[in-house]
């Protein structure tokens, strides 16, 4: 469902906003591993310490601000051309010569 969202929207970004458990990070890292197949920039913010999930720091007080910068701070994730062979042909080397 979240796909066919994005897929009639189109973003040109998206951002996953983790709990800070381990499962909750796992979540976010498959969510995020998905997204960036249809989407051409995805990154995955956790709240800072002591804050469990996102609702906890806006309760606490959290700005727009500070959410911004969180967002700025975490890698942009992107689908590659290698990093997409390499998936496809898992254990092959990538030879450009073979996409002659």
Do not use: C, F
């Amino acid at each position: 469902m979240l796909v066919e969202l994005v897929q009639q929207r189109r973003p040109t970004e998206v951002v996953v906003v983790a709990d800070s458990d381990a499962s909750g990070q796992r979540g976010a890292e498959r969510l995020a591993s998905v997204l960036v197949a249809y989407v051409p920039a995805v990154r995955v913010i956790i709240p800072p310490a002591p804050h469990t999930d996102a609702r906890s720091w806006v309760q606490a007080g959290a700005t727009a601000a500070d959410v911004l910068r969180a967002i700025e701070a975490a890698p942009v994730r992107r689908v590659t051309i290698a990093a997409t062979l390499h998936k496809r042909k898992a254990g092959r080397k990538w030879n450009p010569a073979r996409m002659a």
